[in-house]
Structure formats: structure tokens, C-alpha cells
């Protein structure tokens, strides 16, 4: 049985850049899981009646969880970038973006649980394929 090399060349034909699958999968999620937080953070800022709460310890305006979520938003979308474009920066700074989210997914739960807890396993996902052992070997497998 034939095995596919985990590495998939990125950028132009003369390159000799590559990403590993797990890189590669974790910046396709930030550049989902990006936009998602800048749509949430929008809907907050709009004062949308999308989200309503009871008493709850992480109680904050609707409009400061709009800014929140749309400045962590972009966090993801630029370290996104940073992870697809094999950028030197881009695996630790989309490692503590998705950190970010993860946690403040967690005190949002009590506004939009369903979409909290999908966002939140997504980046459970991101942290995982970006923190998994990344060793190198001779003959690139």
C-alpha cells in the first residue's frame, strides 16, 4: 500500500516551501473559524437580539463581546495567513490566537451555546494540529 508524503508544496512551481497537513489543516480552520468570530462579533456590535443571558459571572456589554469577538476575529484571520503562508511567526502566534478564542468561546456559552461549543471545538482542533509533535527528518518524511 502506497503512503502520501505529509508535506504538500506551497507556492509557486520553483519553490521549496512546504506544510505539513496538520499546518495545513489548521490554517484552512483559522480561516474559518476567523470569519465566524468577526460574524459573531458584528452581530454584537449591531446590538442584534441574537444573544440574551440571565445572570452570569462573565456578564460584559454586548457591544465589548462584539469587540472582543471581532478583534479576535481578525487575530485568526491574520495568523491564518501567517500558518498557510509558512510564515516564521505564523504556528505561535495561531497557537496563542486559538487559545484566545477558545477561552473566550467558553465565557460566551451562556449567550449562543450552540455556536460557542461548535467555535470552541474548533479551535480545540487548531490547537491540536498546531502543538502536535512537529520533528523533521532527513529526506523530508
Do not use: C, K
Not at 459571572?57 to 463581546?65: E, G, H, K, N, Q
Not at 484566545?100 to 467555535?119: D, G, H, K, R
Amino acid at each position: 500500500m502506497a503512503t502520501m508524503p505529509s508535506r504538500t508544496r506551497h507556492g509557486g512551481p520553483d519553490s521549496n516551501e512546504t506544510i505539513d497537513r496538520a499546518s495545513l489543516f489548521a490554517g484552512a480552520a483559522l480561516m474559518l473559524s476567523g470569519p465566524l468570530s468577526i460574524l459573531m462579533g458584528a452581530s454584537g456590535i449591531a446590538q442584534d437580539t441574537l444573544f440574551a443571558a440571565s445572570r452570569y459571572a462573565y456578564r460584559f456589554d454586548l457591544t465589548a463581546w462584539g469587540w472582543i469577538h471581532l478583534v479576535i476575529g481578525v487575530a485568526l484571520v491574520v495568523a491564518g495567513l501567517g500558518v498557510l503562508t509558512n510564515q516564521s511567526w505564523g504556528r505561535g502566534a495561531a497557537a496563542a490566537a486559538a487559545g484566545i478564542s477558545l477561552i473566550t468561546q467558553f465565557m460566551f456559552v451562556p449567550y449562543y451555546p450552540a455556536w460557542a461549543i461548535l467555535v470552541m471545538t474548533l479551535d480545540l482542533l487548531i490547537l491540536f494540529a498546531l502543538t502536535r509533535s512537529h520533528i523533521e527528518t532527513p529526506g523530508g518524511r
